[in-house]
């Protein structure tokens, strides 16, 4: 995110569980976020990948 270019989506090929253990959380707790983080429309969830759709937001609730 930190220098990603404008104009989302932005997709990011890894599953949960790769988000998981990159993020050293489990994968409970990943998804759970995900899911959050989906309620407030920063990402959207696909099979095996998700898209960033609006990275400024996202930045902004990470606080990067």
């Known amino acids: 995110l930190g220098n990603a270019p404008d ?3 932005w997709n990011i090929a890894m599953t949960q ?3 998981a253990e990159a993020a050293n959380m489990s994968r ?4 759970r976020l995900l899911a959050q983080l989906e309620l407030e429309c920063l990402v959207a969830l696909h099979y095996r990948h998700l898209s960033i759709l609006d990275a400024d937001r996202l930045r902004a609730k990470l606080g990067n």
């Not at 409970?28 to 998804?31: F, G, R």
């Open 7 to 9: 104009g989302p989506p």
């Open 17 to 19: 569980q790769e988000i």
């Open 28 to 31: 409970n707790t990943t998804s």
